[in-house]
């Protein structure tokens, strides 16, 4: 973990996006995310104290095509294609028998380096009941507020972040969140990202926790494989199987920036974002395309928006550290003229949060849905965006799947009519597959390469939630040579990995875990492929073994 901490402090404008199974028995169980015998009442976080309301429009609105794009033009004379938004404002206005939704008694930590909680913009919505967590490197962590206002310029990233979340609506200032009632904590993990800290923060509070906001992974842009620990892992596995009194946390999860370097990322070398118990979200621009820099990968989940640098223009309006402290330091023609806000804001760590503020609207609309139903609501809901994108594909279950995507762009307006009359999945299995032992080395440069096959029976598993591939090939020394091709029973053929640069030599695949997720619905049992080819010259090496697990119902 010292070098992964190593990494990140080194790269933290990568890493921040506004810079730029093992076993080898079969197995099948039901496992720790079956659905409770009697579903627990949801604990929602007690509103922030009263304050007086003051009915006043929010003057940046207009600005913010990722709520409302009307064909917004920028400065520059890019322009924003109308309706490709998160369609958000129905829901506000009208949530079905309950009323209008903003997020009401629903929790979203934002787990950054910090967010400025007493901004005007912010502060009515932060939490009265829960704590801010700010850590520190020698494992220490404390309650109170993570920055005091203004002083650290590294918390405009969270700050931004919270607001493109949950900035407070009609109050006259600024702009909105997605969810612009509900409730803001703070978790300064970045200030200080250890093994134990990271596992912290996904279970701090966590019976309270709807929603945990995840703007942040290895650095982008190098092409290596960046592993999450255990610790953390198992903290996930922990906030899943308790939070929300047994519901389970909502961990949103930026798919990464790095795609636009010579390296061109894909998100699954992200062993955070490539976690089953995460939603991975992909960037769109404001023309709702794929953004330049946004990952794709197997197991990004669905996409938002997150526009372009702000020199590209329409970038994300949101909330900056008050004065001229964060990312609008004044005087700059590309920037607000008010320098509490930002119109600069960009990344996969954008629509993170704005796919965060759709699940806290979900989750009001319904309190009583999992983690896994949440996961379902928002892959049915999706719009299939940019249409003629060549990455849509369909898989064996009928549903329109893209890399860069996912199920497609987040839609506000379906997603929570749908989780109102969602039922929820019944329990999860698990089937794991021995392992399969190939040893055989893998033609130099050449198409040809290699295949094999693992047959999947009796798994009791006709709808797929998620599969993992371990795939190992540890002498192969440069990892970046290599194409891996893996086709499910039905016949969907889903890329892992692709060839690419590494910034130093590419880390080999020695037991490394592919998520995917672009299966959903189709049947496990059958026979599953593994095409591996070498397609660079030099570096050389034996394809040794790989393993399938497979969860759903």
């Known amino acids: 973990m010292a070098k992964l901490l190593t990494l990140k402090t080194a790269a933290l404008c990568m890493l921040l996006a506004g810079c730029g199974g093992g076993g080898d028995s079969s197995s099948r169980s039901a496992g720790p995310d079956q659905a409770p015998a009697t579903t627990p009442a949801p604990t929602a976080d007690l509103a922030p104290p009263a304050q007086q309301q003051v009915a006043a429009p929010d003057p940046l609105y207009g600005r913010q095509w990722h709520l409302k794009n009307t064909g917004q033009s920028a400065a520059n004379g890019a322009s ?213 820099y946004s990952e794709p990968g197997a197991n990004v989940w669905v996409a938002a928006p997150g526009g372009e640098v702000c020199q590209a223009g329409l970038g994300i309006t949101t909330t900056d550290l008050s004065g001229v402290a964060g990312r609008n330091t004044g005087g700059s023609a590309d920037e607000l003229a008010d320098p509490d806000y930002t119109q600069c804001m960009d990344g996969t760590s954008a629509a993170t949060p704005a796919v965060s503020g759709v699940v806290a609207l979900m989750l009001q609309a319904n309190p009583t849905l999992g983690w896994r139903d949440v996961r379902a609501v928002l892959a049915q809901s999706a719009r299939q965006n940019d249409p003629a994108g060549a990455s849509w594909r369909t898989n064996g279950a009928g549903h329109r799947v893209s890399d860069a995507y996912g199920f497609g762009m ?73 194409r891996i091709l893996l086709t499910s029973p039905s016949g969907t053929e889903q890329v892992l990995a692709e060839p690419h640069f590494c910034s130093g030599r590419c880390a080999p695949y020695d037991g490394w875990r592919f998520g995917i997720g672009h299966y959903l619905d189709e049947p496990a049992d059958g026979i599953w492929k593994i095409s591996v080819q070498d397609l660079r010259p030099v570096d050389s090496g034996v394809f040794q073994s790989w393993q399938v697990t497979v969860y759903g119902h």
């Open 80 to 292: 924003a294609t109308a309706g490709e938004d998160l369609n958000v404002e129905p829901v506000w206005n009208s949530c079905g028998d309950s009323g209008a939704c903003k997020g009401e008694g629903i929790s979203i930590a934002v787990v950054d380096r910090g967010v400025e909680t007493g901004h005007q913009d912010l502060r009515q919505n932060v939490s009265a009941s829960l704590f801010n967590r700010v850590y520190s490197l020698s494992g220490a962590a404390a309650n109170g507020d993570p920055t005091p206002a203004g002083t650290d310029a590294d918390a405009a990233h969270g700050t931004a972040v919270a607001g493109i979340a949950a900035a407070r609506d009609n109050n006259g200032l600024g702009g909105r969140g997605v969810a612009p009632r509900a409730s803001l904590l703070a978790y300064a993990l970045l200030q200080a990202s250890t093994s134990s800290n990271e596992a912290d923060a996904m279970t701090y509070q966590a019976a309270n926790i709807s929603v945990s906001n995840n703007s942040w992974g290895p650095p982008d842009g190098t092409g290596q494989l960046v592993d999450s620990g255990s610790l953390w892992q198992d903290a996930v596995a922990a906030g899943l199987q308790n939070g929300r009194n047994g519901l389970g946390t909502i961990y949103v999860w930026a798919a990464g920036n790095g795609y636009d370097s010579g390296a061109q990322d894909l998100s699954n070398y992200d062993g955070y974002a490539n976690y089953r118990g995460v939603i991975a979200v992909g960037a769109v621009n404001a023309q709702g395309r794929q953004a330049s």
């Open 410 to 482: 987040v839609n506000a307006e379906a997603a929570v009519n749908a989780a109102r009359i969602f039922s929820r999945l019944p329990a999860q299995l698990t089937y794991r597959s021995p392992s399969q032992t190939v040893n055989l080395a893998i033609p130099d440069n050449s198409a040809t390469g290699l295949g094999s096959a693992i047959s999947v029976g009796n798994s009791g598993i006709r709808h797929i939630e998620w599969v993992d591939v371990t795939f190992s090939a540890p002498g192969h020394a440069y990892s970046g040579d290599l």
